[in-house]
């Protein structure tokens, strides 16, 4: 969202919903829960499908977390016919998966992580202005690794570096990604009062 506009509304999304297949959490899960580690995946699908629906009865877009898991998101997101009302931040999954999930109306959002993580850099080359939006994901994901950051600053940092890569200026970066949410989250905008 362009930092001179302000939100003003109800509950927008279904989110941070997904799938989080990091070694260490499908591991201490499995050992918990005295399964495997595939039973574990199995289980966060599951899980996943359901909220995914519960979305769906309600008319809303998801919010997706994919870590480690990028192309399952995808897939669980095609399999529930919401790929194009889903958002998925910090996407850490291979470019190819992002290309095709944006053909068929997927959003991408790009946090300021970007300073530093050549593989955003990719995605972002990759991916058409019109499948990104701009995330803070404040503190966890700072353009300095160890910085402590703040959204706004995270906010320009991503539009900065997207402008960079696609070649456009940060304003029409910042009107892009405003736009492509907007129409996601069908956000009423209004001008900011300061």
């Not at 591991?27 to 995946?41: I, L, P």
């Not at 995330?135 to 539009?159: F, I, M």
């Amino acid at each position: 969202v362009h930092p001179n506009q302000v939100l003003f509304g109800a509950l927008v999304a279904v989110g941070e919903i997904g799938l989080d297949f990091s070694p260490w959490i499908l591991e201490s899960t499995a050992k918990v829960w005295g399964v495997s580690v595939d039973d574990v995946k199995a289980e966060q699908r599951r899980v996943f499908s359901v909220q995914i629906e519960l979305a769906k009865e309600r008319g809303l877009p998801v919010n997706v977390h994919s870590r480690n898991a990028g192309h399952h998101a995808i897939a669980v997101l095609e399999e529930c016919g919401m790929l194009d009302r889903a958002l998925l931040h910090a996407f850490d999954g291979a470019p190819k998966h992002a290309v095709r999930a944006a053909q068929l109306g997927a959003l991408f959002s790009v946090p300021g992580s970007i300073a530093r993580d050549d593989s955003t850099k990719r995605l972002v080359d990759k991916l058409p202005l019109t499948s990104l939006c701009l995330e803070s994901d404040a503190p966890a994901l700072p353009p300095v690794k160890g910085d402590r950051t703040w959204p706004l600053h995270s906010l320009v940092v991503s539009a900065q570096h997207i402008a960079s890569i696609k070649g456009v200026s940060v304003e029409d970066v910042a009107h892009a990604t405003t736009e492509n949410a907007s129409k996601l989250f069908r956000l009423q905008l209004k001008e900011s009062i300061s």
